[in-house]
Every structure is written in C-alpha cells, then in structure tokens.
C-alpha cells in the first residue's frame, strides 16, 4: 500500500508505517496489539468502523530494543501514554526522556521520533485520529461519533492546535482509560468491542480537555497561521536533500502550501526577507557547503546536481557571490583553516 504523504515530493513527508515496529513484533522481541487501518499494523478496522482512527493500541518491550521509530509524520492527531519504563521522544527541536505517566502529544504531520535511536523497555499506548488536515492553517475535521458538546469540542480543538508543548503529565484518570482502551483493543474479535472503545475514546478526550483546563495552558494563535505553514514548507526544504534536488518553481512550491502564488511569495518575504527562488538558492547553497566540507573527494559537478542546481556553473556563479571563492578553493582553505586552529590548540 502507498503510504499517505503530506507533500507530493520526497520522503519526508510520507506518514509512518511503523516498519521497525513491526519487524520486532515478528520476531518475538516484543508484544504489539492493536485495531488499525490502512498501512499502519494491527488488526484491520472495518471501512464503517470509528472513522477517522487510524490506528489504537499499545507495546510492551519487555527489555531495551536494537530499533526506534526515527523521523516520521502521521496524518493525525497522535496521543501517546507511557505506562511503564522509559524511551527518548522528540518533536521538533524539543528533545526528552519519557517517564511513565508521560502524555505525548502530536499534531497532525509535526515531525516526531521515538528512540534515539532505539527505545528502551517499555509499555506504551496510543491512539492516531485523522481530523482530515495536511497544513498547519487547515480547521480540524472531528469524526461524527466523537459526542463532546460544541463548545467543549472548540475548546479541546485549539488547545491541541494551538500550543507547541509535546510532553504533558498525565492524570491518573489518563493512565486508567488508556488501560481500559488497550484492554478493549485486545479483547476485541472482528468488532465485537467497537461500542466500548467510541465510549472510551469519547472519555479519553473529555480527560485530555480537564487536564488543560487544570493547566491553564497558554495558546499560541500564531501555530495555526499560514505563515505557520510556509515557516514549515522552508524548514522541511532545508531538512531534506531530495526536497532541495527536485525541480521547484515558485507556483510549485505554493501550490505545496496550498496557497496562491502572490500569497506565498508575501510569507516567503516576511520570513527570509527574500524572494522563494533566491530563498531556495540559499538553501542549496548551504546544503552544498556542508557537502563540500563533509565529502572532501566528491565531485564538485556532482554536489552541484544533488544540492539541485541545474549546471556546475550557475552553481559557482552563486556560490563565489555568496562566500566570496569559488567551489573548489573552499575545500583547501577550509583545511588551511582548520590545520591552524589545531596548532593553535597544540
């Protein structure tokens, strides 16, 4: 099965299909029990049943694993619960340890990892809702079975979208109910237990929006802009090397933020203070130095086609305007540089 993405080009955006999961599952490594649908593994959901959930369960490692769940998007929302042990997490550029009793949550297609780069031992839950979003700016689409009232709904919905905090302490009232869903996941023969799990993941939210309200959470109203959006489109773009690779054109690259060209070239200004195509020239420029740099007998032609310049001269042309030599009398000045630092340490 094709795997979701969030763009069209480039691996990055692809949602997970828990790969490394699975194959440790097989091996007998550690226990994975879960109701899911389309590429993520488990027991299949039917087509009518709790739409929107992509996928519901849990793991038990009984001891540390040799794998993790590195980079990765989900097309939903993702709530985690750590029940016991304990395993590296990050979203973006937060980094941390979790401890049992630790609630992770993940918006839709925010970068996350699980492991670093294995994860320890362990007993995790979680439960994937798809709210039919790709960008930051996009409202949140709730399944029809989920019961909350109108305006607890709202409330639940901004203090999801609108706060970057990925880590939260969980209720003991948390913990139970993730138990209890984990407990109906597993008992559940071709469906037998779908009304049990709509009433507990009803539950499950309305404990999720007490919390908040205990927290007084602080909202960010600018995670939900489209400058939020075209913010994430550059950062991705820096990230990854086939993003920078492909043949971008200004109405490309805003149709991938799903917005207008003028739209797009405006955010793009009020974020680099340049224009998309000299924007992306600078990203590959920087992509091109840290290859010349780290890959001292490549080809200078060929880091300039894998940093996605078109020809070897353009490519030089730029680089001698951005850091004042040309491609090849950087690699030995950089080492000029770096042998008079290490005398100077000496």
């Not at 993702?78 to 049992?100: I, K």
């Not at 079975?145 to 109108?150: E, F, Y």
């Not at 951005?322 to 042998?339: H, I, L, T, W």
Request: proline fraction near 5%.
């Amino acid at each position: 099965m094709a795997l979701p993405i969030y763009q069209e080009r480039g691996e990055t955006y692809q949602a997970n299909n828990c790969a490394p999961l699975v194959r440790a599952a097989r091996r007998g490594r550690m226990r994975l029990t879960a109701l899911a649908r389309d590429q993520y593994p488990g027991q299949r959901l039917a087509r009518s049943a709790l739409p929107g959930v992509k996928t519901v369960g849990f793991w038990d490692a009984p001891y540390a694993q040799d794998w993790g769940l590195d980079w990765h998007y989900n097309e939903g929302v993702e709530l985690t619960l750590l029940e016991r042990g304990g395993v590296a997490y990050a979203v973006d550029n937060h980094r941390c340890r979790l401890r049992p009793d630790d609630l992770t949550v993940a918006r839709p297609w925010q970068r996350h990892r699980v492991g670093d780069p294995n994860i320890g031992a362990g007993r995790l839950h979680w439960l994937i809702l798809d709210v039919g979003v790709r960008r930051p700016h996009q409202p949140w689409q709730w399944p029809s079975w989920l019961v909350l009232t109108k305006g607890d709904l709202k409330e639940l919905t901004d203090n999801l979208r609108k706060n970057e905090r990925p880590v939260w302490r969980a209720t003991p009232e948390i913990r139970q109910c993730f138990q209890r869903i984990s407990a109906a996941v597993e008992a559940d023969r071709h469906g037998s237990n779908l009304s049990r799990l709509a009433a507990l993941l009803n539950e499950l939210f309305v404990l999720v929006l007490e919390m908040f309200r205990r927290q007084r959470i602080k909202r960010d109203e600018s995670l939900i802009t489209t400058q939020r959006t075209v913010e994430l489109f550059w950062a991705d773009m820096q990230r990854n090397s086939i993003n920078l690779a492909s043949d971008w054109t200004v109405k490309s690259m805003a149709r991938q933020c799903g917005l207008g060209v003028t739209h797009f070239i405006h955010y793009t200004r009020q974020i680099t203070n340049s224009t998309p195509v000299c924007y992306l020239n600078q990203c590959r420029l920087q992509a091109a130095l840290w290859l010349l740099a780290e890959t001292p007998k490549r080809n200078i032609t060929d880091i300039a086609l894998s940093s996605g310049f078109n020809s070897s001269q353009y490519f030089a042309k730029l680089f001698r305007q951005q850091f004042g030599c040309a491609p090849r009398d950087y690699r030995p000045a950089r080492a000029s540089v770096n042998a008079r630092h290490h005398q100077t340490r000496v």
